[in-house]
């Protein structure tokens, strides 16, 4: 019987809380849950199975089928970092049908650290409201990312290949959540994937008459900034590009 779920992201940090668990708790009653969006990067996956062999408890996958541009034209709302509806459809309620088909379930642990524990009262609320109590291991231990890394690294785990490529997470490549400085890195690594993205926005933006991923945080007012004006932007070298805009993840919990 499942008795406690750990949430898998892709990135260290949701093995590490994991890992954490196991190592105080031990792994019966435990599953791991991936709410795969399709997004992510194909070495992600490859991490995905190295950490639920590492963890050894059984590797559960969920999926609504559905592009984040599917979300997005359902909603007639292009998600930004604001309000990103594609974790809510493609990771969020996957995830919570899951669990309700698996009466028992009391604990849920996420991957949150203790820098981003000021997400914590409203991450227990919302899955507290479904009646479950949620586990935060690296904010009780006081565990950053790097540390995460060094743990997994002694462990023999080979990290996702998105952190060696200076991404701050390992998750989605598009991600909606994310900033500048992220979008620049998917037009330099995987020009595919941006002119995709770059493609679908716009199509989107014709239909619905406004909306983008991003924001011009240079501009008074912070006006949308397209993925067409980015890579423009990249290209003519233009001063306006924050390199340093990362965004968040912050996405499922």
């Given at each position: 019987?499942?008795?406690?779920?750990?949430?898998?992201?892709?990135?260290?940090?949701?093995?590490a809380?994991?890992?954490?668990?196991?190592?105080?708790?031990?792994?019966?009653g435990?599953?791991?849950?991936f709410?795969d969006?399709?997004?992510?990067?194909?070495?992600?996956?490859?991490?995905?199975?190295?950490?639920?062999?590492?963890?050894?408890?059984?590797?559960?996958?969920?999926t609504?089928?559905?592009?984040?541009w599917?979300?997005?034209?359902?909603?007639?709302?292009?998600?930004?970092?604001?309000?990103?509806?594609?974790?809510?459809?493609?990771?969020?309620?996957?995830?919570?049908?899951?669990?309700?088909?698996?009466?028992?379930?009391t604990?849920?642990?996420?991957?949150?650290?203790?820098?981003?524990q000021?997400?914590?009262?409203?991450?227990?609320?919302?899955?507290?409201?479904?009646?479950?109590?949620?586990?935060?291991?690296?904010?009780e231990?006081?565990?950053?990312?790097?540390?995460?890394?060094?743990?997994?690294?002694?462990?023999?785990?080979?990290?996702?290949?998105?952190?060696?490529m200076?991404?701050g997470?390992?998750?989605?490549?598009g991600?909606?959540?994310?900033?500048?400085?992220?979008w620049?890195?998917?037009?330099?690594?995987?020009?595919?994937?941006?002119?995709?993205?770059?493609?679908?926005?716009?199509?989107?933006?014709?239909?619905l008459?406004?909306?983008?991923?991003?924001?011009?945080?240079?501009e008074?007012?912070?006006?949308?900034?397209?993925?067409?004006?980015?890579?423009?932007?990249?290209?003519?070298?233009a001063?306006?590009?924050?390199?340093?805009?990362?965004?968040?993840?912050?996405?499922?919990?």
């Amino acid at each position: 019987m499942i008795i406690t779920v750990g949430t898998l992201s892709g990135g260290v940090g949701s093995w590490a809380a994991c890992r954490r668990w196991i190592d105080a708790n031990g792994t019966d009653g435990l599953a791991l849950l991936f709410a795969d969006t399709g997004e992510e990067d194909p070495d992600t996956y490859r991490f995905l199975d190295d950490a639920a062999a590492d963890l050894g408890a059984p590797l559960y996958r969920v999926t609504s089928g559905r592009d984040i541009w599917e979300v997005f034209r359902a909603h007639r709302w292009i998600g930004n970092s604001k309000l990103a509806h594609c974790s809510w459809d493609l990771k969020t309620e996957p995830s919570r049908a899951w669990i309700a088909d698996h009466p028992g379930i009391t604990g849920i642990i996420v991957g949150i650290d203790w820098s981003e524990q000021h997400r914590l009262a409203d991450i227990t609320a919302r899955w507290g409201a479904d009646g479950l109590t949620v586990l935060a291991p690296l904010v009780e231990d006081v565990w950053g990312k790097r540390r995460a890394q060094d743990l997994a690294e002694r462990r023999g785990l080979r990290l996702p290949a998105m952190y060696g490529m200076g991404f701050g997470h390992a998750n989605c490549r598009g991600c909606v959540k994310a900033g500048q400085g992220h979008w620049l890195r998917v037009l330099e690594q995987w020009p595919d994937v941006y002119a995709r993205h770059e493609a679908q926005e716009t199509a989107l933006r014709a239909e619905l008459g406004q909306g983008a991923i991003l924001r011009d945080w240079s501009e008074p007012g912070a006006p949308a900034l397209t993925l067409t004006q980015l890579r423009q932007r990249a290209e003519s070298h233009a001063p306006q590009l924050d390199l340093f805009e990362e965004g968040g993840c912050g996405c499922f919990t």
